[in-house]
């Protein structure tokens, strides 16, 4: 069976996601990356990423082009999630919508914020410590990123930056509130392929 990875590709860090998804299938038994932008094509996939951009404008073209609706079905059959930066934003069940009104996926028991670190201007490199990846710490990009504030006891905390929860999964959901896919370090993106 050839693993079939798709890419949000609405809005975002897409071209990025898609090399190094294509980078760790060549390092593994070989599959196939294809990028998502309407309805119809979640249903193959057997592991989903949603890449970092700007949340709001992913979520509404997602419900506009009938994706999003693809995407909860594909979790509750434990397909494998991976959301990045506003893809923790859009995996999240509670948050700051109020102002914007900005659809949710609603699919991790968690409360996320935005811009927890600050605007773009305040983005910054940091080397995490994630017990679940052998090896040193992660070096982990944050761009105007989101982070995890409360998470309900089902979901295991991966990894914490300054009081914030940076990386956590729920079953078969990866939220990461920085850009793996933007260094050399592919371990993050091994780990999300061992869920499928």
């Known amino acids: ?3 079939r990875i798709g890419v949000i590709a609405l809005q975002g860090n897409i071209g990025e996601h898609v090399q ?3 980078r760790v299938l060549a390092e593994r038994d070989g599959g196939e990356v294809i990028q998502i932008k309407h309805g119809g094509i979640v249903p193959s996939c057997d592991a989903l990423i949603i890449p970092g951009g700007e949340s709001t404008t992913v979520g509404r073209l997602m419900e506009r082009e009938g994706i999003a609706p693809e995407i909860k079905a594909a ?3 434990h397909v494998p999630i991976l959301g990045t ?3 923790l934003i859009l995996l999240a069940k509670h948050g700051q919508i109020n102002r914007t009104k900005q659809p949710l996926l609603g699919l991790m028991d968690v ?3 935005r811009n927890a670190f600050g605007r773009q201007k305040e983005s910054f490199e940091a080397l995490l410590d994630v017990p679940v990846l052998p090896g040193d710490k992660f070096p982990a990009v944050f761009i105007r990123a989101p982070a995890i504030i409360h998470a309900e006891k089902n ?3 991966l990894a914490t930056l300054n009081g914030y929860i940076v990386a956590a999964r729920q079953k078969n959901l990866l939220a990461l509130a920085f850009h793996p896919e ?5 371990r993050l993106h091994h780990y999300f392929m061992d869920m499928i």
Do not use: N, Y
């Open 1 to 3: 069976m050839v693993i």
């Open 20 to 22: 190094a998804a294509e």
């Open 75 to 77: 979790a509750k059959k």
């Open 85 to 87: 930066c506003a893809g």
């Open 111 to 113: 409360h996320m914020k």
């Open 155 to 157: 979901v295991q905390i």
């Open 182 to 186: 933007l260094t050399e370090d592919m």
